[in-house]
């Protein structure tokens, strides 16, 4: 049962407090808000800085007069042990050398215990029930955080304790201190680790070890095994969800809260077998088919035609709305600057396609290649595996020119004539593709992004006036890792004029 707690903001309006986003027949529950483990697993490996502690506490949540009496009593019961600390030990618990001391040394970020969580969760995946892709699970996205180690423990115990009972494997992620900021957090005037595996502190079913011989309780998973599981479930799925819980609402208005997750996450979009499910109804809804950009956007495409038009489009093509093809345009998407160093950062996570860039009718696919994956294998990507995302992400000036080429053979590329390079790259770079392009003879004019003449107001928002002419062109060749191609694709698919196959990628 989907579950949905409400409240009410100080402006009346309804306020979802806490939801699960998944199908009421769905196996998977979720209490609280949603949490991205790939958001946090890019917060750390990408910054080392750190975070203050957040404000609040244990302290801060009880009044004086409440606390006192506790105080005395764990100073009292903290007295009465430290007795013991003079007793010779009955065992040892373990031979490790205790770690000399380094107030310059960083504290351990524990990653190899979260590696050993993930792996020992994924041979679960395929397994029978109640373990694998057929089990039940549950995820307390509500947990406690900001608070000491004691705390974590005591809700943590019953959590998994309430999974036990209810049959359900407990979905477990790390004992955390600032969920929100880097990898470490001051607290006190020292750092410590914002997040730690729990498989530090525990071993055990507690933490994805196996159940005593003949308990048919399902094992506990790591998050990220969750992830998995989350991520097969379609967003038409998701979507009848949200409309069942919202359309019985009686309320007049409704507010999602501000510091909740997004009621679809980013990755949504980076997977097309979840994406594509609702394009079929979405792509005919008015949503999708009354769409169309700004006066401010449509005047800047009017203003700059001259550019990108031959003389004989020039006549033709009107630009009044709905929006007509142009014949003889081929549109260019090419990310620089700074997306190298992105590109780079998909190697590590075997990323591909863009949902919306990943039809099935398209030409050009993506398989993630050998040798890629470091951020999960800690395995150092191959080079190979590194030109290959390049090539498709951020292509030089000879790649360019050849896919161009190929496109222009082509039955989408025939009676080509333009190219319009919509591209952040800088003046210099953008000359050079110019001239290798221009060195075919094959083309009448090629501009890019840069020679367009934009008003003010037009400068800040062009990027909307290059969707709309790469929305318009014969074929486009964009970048499948980029959300903007992503929409410009998405909105030439919503056009039955677009053959798909004139969708192209590097």
Known sequence: M?????????????????????????????????QSSRRKKFDDIESRGYSKAPLGGWLARR????????????ILVAGFLHIFDF???????SSIKPAKKDEN???????????????????????????????????????????GWGNAMQEFL????????????????????????????EKDGHLIPSRIPYSVFLQGPLVGGPWPENDPAPRSVVKEYWDELDGEIPLKDLFEVWIKALTPMKERCIEMKNNEYQLFMYYIFGNAKRLLTLWPEFSQSPIIQEFRWSPLIEAGFHDNRKIFLSSAAEKSVQDTYPYSTIPGLLALHIR??????????LVDWNAVFMGYNSFPEFVDKFTVPEGAGAGMTKIPNTQEAIDTYLQHCYPNIRQIVAKVEDVRQSQAGKGLKNIFIMSNGDDAWLEKLKKALNKAGHWEKITTTKDMTLNWEQEYVSQA????????????VGNGFSSLTSNVVMLRMANKNIPPESNRFW
């Not at 989907?2 to 407090?17: D, E, K, V, Y």
């Not at 007793?87 to 618990?93: E, F, I, Q, V």
């Not at 019953?158 to 957090?185: E, K, M, P, S």
């Not at 006036?465 to 486009?476: N, T």
């Open 105 to 147: 040394r960083l504290p351990p970020l524990y990653y190899d215990y979260h590696n050993r969580e993930i792996a020992q969760s994924r041979q679960l995946l395929d397994a029978p029930y109640p373990n694998g892709r057929t089990g039940k699970y549950i995820f307390m996205a509500n947990r406690v955080d900001n608070l």
């Open 336 to 345: 620089r600057g700074d997306f190298k160093d992105h590109c780079k950062m």
């Open 465 to 476: 006036v290059d969707m709309l002419i790469g929305q318009r062109a014969q074929v486009l």
């Open 87 to 93: 007793l010779p030990s009955s065992h040892s618990t």
């Open 2 to 34: 989907a579950l949905i707690w409400l409240g009410t903001s100080s402006r009346g309006c309804t306020l979802f407090l806490q939801c699960t986003l998944l199908p009421a027949t769905s196996p998977c529950c979720e209490m609280g808000n949603l």
């Open 63 to 74: 009044s004086v007069r409440a606390v006192v009496p506790v105080l005395l009593f764990i």
């Open 158 to 185: 019953l959590n998994a304790y309430l999974a036990y009972r209810i049959d359900r494997a407990h979905v477990f992620d790390n004992y955390t201190w600032n969920q929100y900021g880097g990898v470490y957090t």
